[in-house]
């Protein structure tokens, strides 16, 4: 189901300052595996908030002869919350906190990004997922994969409500020109090409292209904790290329 896809798209993002910024759009496939472990983990999850549940209903049962067994009911419901909360925070939390990556996005190499390439936030996670139940109809996800292949950006009903897309973590393309490859010689040529060209760059286009070549190199989250400035970023790609 990972395989490779039949058809490549791209989300192309154009900065004011005419730097192009290309995502590779992820496939039907990834996602669809991405979510069957998403889907797994919560089932787990859930298989446990039951089994502490029914724990604590047998372990109230057994005290006081059954005197307490009216407090079952409200272990239910407090079960009953938590499968509610869990459900709908995996995804939202997951999605705000892990960089647009729930955990199986990010095993399948996939995040979610507003439609402009920045970073989804919280109302955009909610909105996409809270449709995701339209998505889901009829039981099976026909309606999010008929959107998903009729979409040219391969967006599902969600996607479309909350202005995101989901995108490849590798494979950014900041040329315009044929899609980047994994292999470090065509990384270190847009270091130079970016090196060479800042001084030409607004701050905050420097500072946006920088990050986007931090991400090839798997720096981009460190870049973000660490709050480095964009001087501080070019410096690391420097090194990272070996062209200091």
Do not use: C
């Not at 996602?31 to 209903?57: K, S």
């Not at 996800?141 to 996607?159: E, N, W």
Request: charged share 20%.
């Amino acid at each position: 189901m990972s395989g490779p896809d039949p058809i490549v798209r791209y989300l192309a993002v154009e900065t004011p300052e005419a730097v192009t910024v290309r995502y590779r759009l992820a496939g039907l496939g990834s996602r669809g595996a991405a979510a069957l472990i998403d889907t797994g983990l919560l089932i787990l999850l859930v298989l446990a908030e039951a089994g502490v549940g029914v724990a604590l209903a047998l372990g109230v049962l057994r005290v006081g002869d059954g005197r307490l067994a009216g407090l079952v009911p409200w272990i239910a419901g407090g079960v009953i919350l938590a499968v509610f909360a869990t459900y709908w925070g995996y995804y939202i939390l997951g999605e705000v906190s892990g960089g647009g990556a729930t955990p199986g996005k990010r095993v399948m190499g996939i995040r979610v990004v507003r439609d402009d390439g920045s970073r989804a936030g919280v109302l955009d996670s909610i909105v996409r997922n809270v449709v995701r139940v339209i998505d889901l109809m009829p039981g099976t996800y026909a309606v999010g994969i008929a959107a998903m292949l009729l979409s040219p950006a391969g967006k599902r009903l969600g996607d479309m409500a909350a202005g995101t897309a989901v995108i490849e973590d590798r494979g950014h393309d900041l040329t315009g020109g044929p899609p980047l490859a994994e292999e470090a010689d065509e990384r270190v040529a847009l270091v130079r090409d970016y090196l060479g060209r800042r001084s030409g760059f607004t701050p905050e286009a420097r500072g946006q292209v920088a990050l986007e070549l931090l991400a090839l190199w798997g720096e981009e989250e460190r870049a973000r904790a660490s709050a480095w400035d964009e001087p501080t970023a070019a410096g690391r790609l420097a090194d990272l290329a070996g062209v200091r």
